[in-house]
């Protein structure tokens, strides 16, 4: 919970939240208690698309939370949005992930790297909540390796068609804009342009939504490009420079997922703790046998201390400084906890918490993910010793 800020301080550093953040928080907790959490396993077993959710999200400006008033979004903090994204993964870690999508990938590389004609034309809409957007990157073959991608986009006079296809997108045949990753070069990162193309465009499509593990709700698919025509005023950044622009965004896109894990971890969390006060065996509460008090303090433990790396990540963004190393121990920590206390919370629960009755079976399924997308936990073990490398090299 928040609250945790609310108490320590330490020498230069505080934890505190402004009653802006607070009101902003509860709010956002009261909205999703109300209108995500109670649908969050029906959406799992249908597979609907929590369209109404994220509308009602994008009127409380969460589909564009960091992004300028000018541009059309809530113009928060960091901190305040990664506190809220928590709040809405706790109630469907399937919501959150699109909401970290959005605000993570897409527009932040539209608000950094567009024009001001692209802004007004395709960031204004994403941020006031009006569209969804999706970031493709990863092929079959590429996945950690980025600069292996092989979809081609070739120049036709004043326009670029785009020949490939692109797997594992958030939101693919859902969103409406899409920030794609192309090579117009040779091989290697160098040769990759970015470009924005809108749903809708000839020779766009999607494949069915995979069949995943957990996130239901959340659509992945692949998305094909058969000669897809889109005109240059659509390339987003130079040419050639097209992973700058897509790596430049990952940082945000790594501290929204820590805290999509952290929601997972704390609802789980929770729902252990109350089962744990209320299901007896030999003659008392569960939460008096030594085993089972340990699981939820090591629970407590874990959550507590991924969250502010995770929250410092967010501060650091907002100060204008590097976070790429604390945003990749961030996600690191934040995902192992999620799939550590998930597990736990389902041993806490025994024989119920392997039944799809109880929502910590749903809350293990979604928490795996998190140690994959953005990012495996091994590619961040490799930016965080790279990073500690660079720091002792001087």
């Known amino acids: 919970m928040t609250d945790v800020l609310d108490s320590a301080h330490a020498t230069g550093v505080s934890f505190d939240l402004t009653d802006e953040q607070r009101m902003i928080v509860q709010h956002v907790r009261d909205y999703c208690r109300a209108e995500i959490a109670p649908l969050a396993a029906q959406h799992d077993r249908t597979?609907?698309?929590?369209?109404a959710q994220l509308r009602g999200l994008g009127e409380l400006g969460l589909l564009g939370a960091t992004i300028p008033e000018q541009w059309g979004g809530a113009g928060l903090d960091s901190v305040t949005y990664a506190l809220c994204l928590e709040e809405i993964a706790a109630?469907?870690?399937?919501?959150?992930?699109?909401?970290?999508?959005?605000n993570g990938l897409p527009e932040q590389m539209l608000l950094r790297y567009g024009t001001?004609?692209?802004?007004?034309?395709?960031?204004?809409?994403?941020?006031?909540?009006?569209?969804?957007g999706a970031f493709c990157l990863t092929e079959s073959h590429a996945g950690s390796d980025a600069a292996s991608l092989r979809m081609r986009a070739e120049r036709d006079g004043d326009d670029w068609v785009l020949t490939g296809q692109k797997a594992w997108i958030t939101s693919g045949g859902q969103a409406d804009t899409y920030l794609v990753m192309a090579r117009t070069g040779?091989?290697?990162?160098?040769?990759?342009?970015?470009?924005?193309?809108?749903?809708?465009?000839?020779?766009?499509?999607?494949?069915?939504?995979?069949?995943?593990?957990?996130?239901?709700?959340?659509?992945?698919?692949?998305?094909?490009?058969?000669?897809?025509?889109?005109?240059?005023?659509?390339r987003v950044g130079a040419e050639g420079e097209g992973l700058v622009v897509a790596l430049s965004s990952l940082d945000a896109g790594r501290v929204g997922i820590a805290m999509q894990a952290l929601g997972i971890a704390r609802a789980a969390y929770e729902h252990a703790a109350r089962y744990a006060l209320e299901r007896e065996q030999f003659g008392r509460p569960i939460a008096e046998h030594q085993a089972v008090s340990f699981k939820i303090a090591n629970m407590a433990a874990r959550i507590e201390a991924a969250r502010l790396v995770a929250l410092k990540a967010a501060w650091l963004k907002d100060q204008g400084r590097r976070y790429s190393k604390e945003a990749s121990i961030a996600k690191l920590l934040a995902?192992?906890?999620?799939?550590?206390?998930?597990?736990?919370?389902?041993?806490?629960f025994g024989g119920n918490g392997y039944s799809r009755e109880y929502p910590v079976e749903r809350l293990y399924r979604d928490a795996k993910v998190t140690e994959i997308y953005e990012g495996t936990s091994e590619v961040q073990q490799m930016v965080i010793a790279r990073q500690v490398f660079g720091e002792f090299r001087g």
């Open 91 to 102: 109630a469907d870690a399937s919501v959150a992930v699109i909401v970290s999508v959005q």
């Open 47 to 51: 597979g609907e698309f929590p369209r």
């Open 186 to 234: 040779g091989p290697g990162a160098r040769g990759v342009t970015c470009f924005v193309v809108e749903n809708g465009t000839p020779g766009l499509s999607f494949g069915k939504p995979e069949e995943k593990m957990g996130l239901h709700a959340a659509h992945t698919t692949t998305v094909g490009f058969d000669g897809v025509r889109v005109p240059d005023a659509q």
């Open 335 to 348: 995902s192992d906890a999620a799939v550590e206390v998930t597990r736990d919370a389902i041993q806490v």
């Open 116 to 132: 001001d004609e692209q802004k007004a034309r395709f960031l204004r809409p994403l941020a006031s909540g009006q569209r969804i």
